[in-house]
Each structure stands twice: as C-alpha cells, then as structure tokens.
C-alpha cells in the first residue's frame, strides 16, 4: 500500500525513476548488506583469521533469495536495526556453526554505513547520465542559438537584448561545473567503512588493517584513513551537491515557466496530446514538468540541509543523528531523479519560437536599446549627460506612444552628431548582443 509520491503507482514515474528506486529499495540495500558480510568473509578467509570453510560457506549464503524478508522486518523492528537480522539469518543458513564466523570483528554501523556507500555510487552513476545528457542537448540549443537574439530581463523587466543561445549556454556552464564536482566528490564519498565498535578495530587482534584495506578493495571502495562513524561531512557533500544539481534545474524550470506564458510564448515545453490542458479551458497548455521540477527540487533542498544537521553526532557513536540520512538520502535522490528526469525532457524536446523572441524585442518601439543610444552618444556629449538627455527622451516616447526613433532624430542635440540612419544602427538589436556569442563559444568549446 504506497503512500508517498515516489512510491505511489500513480505518481512514481513523475517524481522519480524505476532505476533510481531499485537503487534504494530494501531489496537492494539488503543484497549490499550480504555483498559486504561475503566480501568481509572472503578476505578474512584469504588472510587466515577465519577458517576458509567458513569462508566459503558464508559466502555462498549471501543471497537475497535466501533471505526471509518477512522475518527480516520483524527482526529490525524488535532490535532497531537490520543488520543483526540479516548475520542471524546467515548464520543459521549456514552448516555446523560455520556461520558464526559472519560479520567477524564488525560492528552493525560499519556494514551499514558501507552498504549506503554503494547506493550511493549505483544513484551517482545515475545522476551522471542525466547530467550528461541535459549537457548534450543544452549543447544543441546553445548551438543552434548562438545568435538568435532576445530579450534579456533584469528584475523581471525588459533589459537590453541576449541570445537564447546564450541563455542556454549559461545553463550549460553550470550543469558542467556540477559533472566535475560529481568526478571530485567520488573520491572522498566512496570510501568504505569497517572500524569495529569504537572505530579502533580493537576486535581484531590480528590483520585489522589488512581486513580493511582487503574488505574495501573487494567492493571496489577507498580505504578510509580514519573511521568515520559520527565524522559525516562525506555523506552531507553528497546532499550539497544534489542540491546545488537541483538549484540548476530550478533555474532552468523557472524560465521555462516565465517563457512560456502567453504574454510572452518564447518557447514550450514539448508537446504531447493533452499535456498541460485544463479541465476547464480548451485553450491551455501549462508547464508540466517544469511544475515537477521545481516541486521536487524545493524538497531535496531541504533535505540536503537535514544531512547537515546529520552531521551533529555525539562522541564514537550516535544516538539518532544517523537516522536522519536513513530518512531523507534515498527520498533526496529518488527526487532528484525525478527532476532530472523532467529537465532532460524538457532540454531535449524544447520547442524555441525566434519569431516571438523578436517580436519581444521589440515591443516597447525601441526603449529597451538606450543604453546603446547613450553609449553611442557618450563620446560627443558624455555618457552621464548622455544617460540624462536618453531617459527624458525615453519617458516622452512612453507618453506619446511614438518610436524611440523618432524622438532621437528630432532632437536637435542628437541629430548633429548622429543621423537618423546612424540612429537607427545604434537601435538594431542584432548589433548590440555584446559578447554573447563568443561566450557560447567558450563554454562550448570548454565541454568539447
């Protein structure tokens, strides 16, 4: 019986993915619990401090399918945690007490902590494809728009003309600066844990670091330099980063939305028979899934300032601040796959309307290019006068209804520095986009 939104049969493939949810179902979580507890046996056993038949035979139990989930439940609900559910169930699979040599010298945190680390690795692997492929098609847009311009906007006004193309490329440099934080991030997230009670591995007499180092290799894991138990700045980066990802996609869905008002039909979201109608105006079409996003995004926002408070933990081992990331990191990451779900569609299938871009442009007869006029005439009336004389002139073009044009050539401190065809150079959009082409080619030719 669902009850969330990432699990609901209705809303699961708005708000989330079905790869993202394997990743941290209690399935999977319980299969990387019996991959840590065969890993740890098998290296031990390779090291001589279990018997090898032990070994083996641990391992060849360390199957989900062998597991009784049911029992599992009711296990973690009477000891407060699964892990000793899970050893016990081993343990009893296994022929001649061999099974007691599971879990040798670990405590319940570090099987747990590890088993998180390697969702973790499965969900960023899959945020990476995301991210790749929102880069790829924001590469397109920012391309194939190099030089379209529009309207840029300053306090939700109209400012001075942009290209989409660079609009989009903005997008891009950051979605870029998010894949080399996720390459950096790796290093110090995907490291394992194996420490014993206080972290000290008193529990091992012998070969404690050798287990260690043997135990994270075999899960393709980083040692750790020291335990980190109640040290969680790892696991908080990771919530830094998803919602630094979902701050992006928040930008990019809030534009998406503005754009794609009637008043200003830019551009829209993909369309789909009957996506974004109402029940009650034929004539709509809504933002859909920038909706979802910025829902979405709102949420692992939070939570990502949750970890942080995970942080807070008390002495060797803590007393409820680890709970906290049990609750919200796989509903952090469930979401986000969802957002860049909806983003990747939005990105890949944008339908760009240049013909209304210009029109934009040019709806206010020529006021949003002043600042080009007044650059223009600063060099032979000087640009604070010039600034003066062009917004008096401008506030005169808004009360008479009448072209910025107009009023610039019947100004007789203008037009004897500057011809009406001069004028009208300085009022063409597509000569005023500054540096923005050049700026979409570096950020394209920095992801090639």
Not at 112 to 131: K, M, Y
Not at 136 to 142: D, I, K, R, V
Not at 239 to 245: D, I, K, N, Q, T
Not at 276 to 300: D, E, F, L, W
Request: negative net charge; proline residues 3%; contains cysteine.
């Amino acid at each position: 019986m669902p009850s969330t939104i990432i699990d609901s049969a209705i809303f699961q493939g708005i708000f989330s993915s079905d790869e993202m949810r394997r990743v941290w179902s209690d399935e999977n979580r319980t299969q990387c619990y019996l991959d840590i507890e065969a890993a740890l046996a098998k290296v031990q056993g390779e090291l001589g401090l279990i018997p090898q038949e032990a070994a083996d035979e641990i391992v060849s139990h360390c199957r989900l399918d062998q597991i009784d989930m049911v029992e599992l439940r009711r296990q973690t609900e009477r000891i407060g945690y699964p892990i000793l559910g899970v050893v016990s169930q081993v343990n009893r699979l296994c022929r001649n007490g061999l099974g007691e040599y599971c879990h040798w010298g670990a405590t319940t945190q570090d099987i747990t902590d590890t088993a998180t680390v390697l969702q973790i690795r499965e969900a960023l692997d899959l945020v990476d494809g995301e991210l790749t492929a929102i880069s790829a098609a924001l590469a397109t847009l920012a391309r194939d728009h190099r030089d379209t311009p529009m309207i840029g906007r300053s306090n939700l006004q109209q400012a001075i003309p942009v290209t989409f193309g660079y609009k989009m490329a903005g997008l891009l440099s950051a979605i870029e600066r998010h894949r080399e934080r996720l390459v950096q991030l790796r290093e110090r997230v995907l490291v394992g844990e194996f420490a014993g009670a206080a972290g000290t591995l008193a529990s091992l007499e012998n070969g404690a670091m050798e287990t260690q180092a043997g135990l994270c290799a075999e899960l393709g894991l980083a040692q750790p330099v020291i335990a980190w138990h109640t040290i969680r700045d790892n696991i908080a980066e990771v919530g830094a980063f998803l919602g630094l990802v979902g701050g992006t996609l928040g930008k990019l869905s809030m534009d998406v939305k503005l754009m794609m008002q009637t008043e200003v039909g830019e551009v829209y979201e993909p369309f789909a028979h009957g996506r974004g109608s109402s029940s009650t105006m034929p004539q709509k079409r809504n933002p859909i899934s920038s909706c979802y996003i910025h829902a979405a995004i709102s949420v692992v926002r939070q939570h990502s300032a949750a970890l942080m408070d995970a942080m807070v933990a008390d002495h060797e081992r803590s007393t409820g601040p680890w709970e906290i990331e049990w609750i919200v990191l796989p509903e952090a990451f469930c979401l986000m796959a969802g957002a860049l779900r909806q983003a990747r569609s939005i990105v890949e299938g944008l339908e760009v309307d240049p013909q209304a871009m210009r029109r934009n442009i040019d709806l206010t007869g020529g006021l949003v290019m002043s600042e080009a006029v007044m650059m223009g005439l600063g060099p032979y009336i000087g640009r604070e006068y010039a600034h003066d004389l062009v917004y008096d002139i401008c506030r005169d073009a808004v009360a008479q209804g009448r072209p910025l044009l107009d009023l610039l050539a019947e100004n007789d401190e203008i037009n004897k520095h500057l011809d009406r065809e001069a004028l009208a150079k300085l009022l063409d959009p597509a000569g005023y986009l500054g540096q923005s082409g050049v700026m979409v080619d570096r950020v394209l030719d920095r992801l090639a």
